[in-house]
């Protein structure tokens, strides 16, 4: 028996395509090679094997007749082009859930890395700076304001987090969400300006491109610290930079950047600022339990089967 075809666009984990080779005949980024032989190939695709950074869209969508899934692995899916997968009749699966827990621990980390100058205290042991005085003094943690920036699975994760460090938590969200028991703030200029810790959480794609730009920073403040576990292209990144440099806002740990890998180098040497290489969610157990997830999706679309996590826009 034949084994069905299948479209990876991206450098898709290692965990995942080895699933994937076992069961499919896989083709990693046929579509950016030869155009004569994509389209010999192209009606033969029924999934796609995507990451969240990946693009797919109205143009690649067309020209697979048969495309029955789009299988992410990741939860933020904002480069498809959902609406044409959804017209066409081709369904979009993500991995939320099992990420949740990782997500919600490196934006705690990055709360105390910042406040606490971890990463600098670290090199101030290193390059033996001890023995020539103490570190600067840092910032207490416990018992300040949290503002988060969308409420979902992640953001109520990080809010538990925050409880536990008796801060009080406020939101910002599309929608209002009063069994959270949070005080909600209808924009994210309003939550900055009561918030000394601003952790941003919410999906990226046009809709929220640029929501924390420099009136969101400029009411953050000089004592508040921005935190991004989201998409870089939530946060404005040369306002950000900006705020950094003349000190109208305090810090920032960032996990995203707007043009990953790169990251600007006026952040490089920032001491109020830490900075890591979009690893929310990167450990053993939730990279392999997404790669599960992921497999899972594209073996129920490819066989027309209800899918684990389809993405809201495709659910019933």
Request: proline share 6%; with cysteine; glycine share 10%.
């Amino acid at each position: 028996m034949s084994k069905s075809e299948i479209l990876a666009v991206a450098n898709v984990h290692p965990l995942y395509l080895k699933a994937l080779k076992e069961v499919f005949h896989v083709h990693e980024r046929a579509h950016e090679g030869d155009p004569a032989v994509f389209a010999e190939l192209a009606p033969k695709i029924v999934g796609i094997a995507a990451g969240g950074e990946s693009t797919v869209s109205r143009a690649l969508l067309e020209q697979l007749p048969n495309l029955k899934v789009v299988s992410v692995f990741g939860v933020g899916y904002d480069g498809i082009d959902v609406k044409a997968a959804v017209g066409r009749g081709v369904m979009v699966t993500h991995t939320p859930g099992v990420l949740t827990d990782d997500v919600a621990d490196l934006a705690m980390g990055l709360v105390l890395a910042v406040s606490r100058q971890i990463p600098q205290a670290d090199q101030h042991i290193r390059h033996g700076r001890w023995s020539q005085g103490p570190m600067p003094l840092g910032r207490k943690v416990s018992g300040s304001r949290m503002g988060i920036v969308g409420l979902g699975r992640i953001g109520a994760a990080i809010a538990r987090r925050a409880l536990a460090f008796d801060m009080s938590v406020a939101y910002t969200a599309r929608t209002e969400k009063p069994a959270s028991g949070f005080q909600f703030y209808p924009t994210a200029e309003q939550l900055a300006a009561e918030a000394d810790f601003m952790v941003v959480i919410t999906p990226g794609g046009q809709g929220t491109r640029h929501l924390i730009n420099a009136a969101v920073l400029s009411a953050l403040g000089p004592n508040g610290v921005l935190i991004n576990v989201a998409r870089g292209s939530v946060v404005d990144e040369q306002a950000l930079i900006q705020a950094l440099q003349t000190g109208r806002i305090a810090g920032a740990g960032l996990d995203v950047f707007a043009a990953e890998p790169h990251v600007p180098e006026a952040l490089w040497g920032m001491p109020n600022v830490v900075l890591t290489p979009h690893m929310a969610s990167a450990t053993h157990q939730t990279r392999r339990a997404m790669a599960d997830l992921a497999f899972a999706n594209m073996q129920a679309g490819v066989a027309g089967q209800p899918l684990l996590t389809p993405v809201p826009e495709c659910q019933a």
